[in-house]
Each structure stands twice: as structure tokens, then as C-alpha cells.
């Protein structure tokens, strides 16, 4: 197990220095460990400072969220951190049906996921859930999570945090 106190769940290719990148997929060859965000079990209880996940929750199916957050609270220390960033369906319907600022396509990526022609390889794109900041909140609390912020990100973009 790579000695880092700190996980990067989804990671992409987007490789994170000084903590352990995981993804279900190996997109760039450098995942410390391609596995289901979902089962954690290759990791011991209390483990981890901080998780960051960034643009993977809303990849769960419903029924998974909150089974997967407490494998993620599951493994985080008392008092560690979770990051997490999903795109803000509040202020996506927002921007999109009231404020009209952004385009359709802009719109329905951040709903549904990013489409890619068939031919490319990683087929989990899709959106299977959504979250609006007051959503996300409920259902960390219903698995225990305390102290719970809406941090800054770019737009159309919900960061959350929350403590062990």
C-alpha cells in the first residue's frame, strides 16, 4: 500500500502528488490502485487525513451514495477530512434556465456527464445522481459527517467539506 495519509478517489488523470491516486480505471498508467470507490476494503479502518474526491460522486448510482460514503468515512481517521466536488445542479438550472448565461451543452454535461463517441473506451461518463449543496449536506450527516462547508470552486462547481 503506497504510505500516503492522504486519498485521491477518481483521480483521472489527474495524479496528485503525496497522496494515493485511485481510480476504477487506469487512465494515465500512474494510478497507485485502480478500484471501485465503493469498496475501500483494501484499505484498514481510520486510516486516511483526507479524502478528495473531485467530479466521481455523482458516477454512483443513487442507491450507492450512502453506502459509499461511509466506506469513505469508514476509512478516514477521527477528525479527517472529506473533499468532495460534484457539479452544483442549483446553480447549473440556475445559470442555465433562469440566468440563461450558459449553453445547453454546458447545461447537460454537467447534468447528465460528458458524451463521447461509443468508440471511446471508458463508458462510465454517464451521471447517475445529482447534488445541490443542502442535498449533499443531508445525506453526509445521515452517515455521520459534522462540520459540514461549501467551500469556493470554479463555476457550476459544488466543493463541500466535511469532518470525521
Known amino acids: 500500500m503506497k504510505n500516503s495519509l492522504k486519498l485521491h478517489l477518481g483521480c483521472g488523470p489527474e495524479i496528485l502528488s503525496d497522496f494515493c491516486n485511485t481510480d476504477i480505471e487506469n487512465w494515465s498508467g500512474q494510478c497507485d490502485y485502480?478500484?471501485?470507490?465503493?469498496?475501500?476494503?483494501?484499505?484498514?479502518?481510520?486510516?486516511?487525513?483526507?479524502?478528495?474526491?473531485?467530479?466521481?460522486?455523482?458516477?454512483?448510482?443513487?442507491?450507492?451514495?450512502?453506502?459509499?460514503?461511509k466506506e469513505w468515512y469508514r476509512?478516514?481517521?477521527?477528525?479527517?477530512?472529506?473533499r468532495i466536488n460534484v457539479p452544483d445542479l442549483a446553480q447549473v438550472f440556475y445559470c442555465w434556465l433562469i440566468e440563461k448565461s450558459i449553453e445547453d451543452n454546458t447545461a447537460l454535461n454537467n447534468i447528465y456527464g460528458?458524451?463521447?463517441?461509443?468508440?471511446?473506451?471508458?463508458?462510465?461518463r454517464q451521471h447517475f445522481t445529482g447534488f445541490t449543496f443542502e442535498?449533499?449536506?443531508?445525506?453526509?450527516?445521515?452517515?455521520?459527517?459534522?462540520?459540514?462547508?461549501?467551500?469556493?470552486?470554479?463555476?457550476l462547481i459544488l466543493l463541500v467539506e466535511a469532518k470525521k
Do not use: C
Open 135 to 155: 442535498r449533499l449536506k443531508r445525506l453526509l450527516e445521515e452517515v455521520g459527517f459534522v462540520d459540514i462547508i461549501q467551500l469556493e470552486d470554479e463555476p
Open 34 to 69: 485502480v478500484l471501485d470507490a465503493r469498496d475501500l476494503s483494501i484499505f484498514p479502518d481510520n486510516h486516511f487525513e483526507l479524502i478528495y474526491s473531485r467530479q466521481m460522486l455523482e458516477h454512483i448510482a443513487e442507491w450507492d451514495t450512502v453506502p459509499t460514503l
Open 75 to 82: 476509512v478516514l481517521k477521527p477528525g479527517g477530512i472529506v
Open 114 to 124: 460528458k458524451m463521447y463517441p461509443k468508440k471511446h473506451r471508458y463508458e462510465r
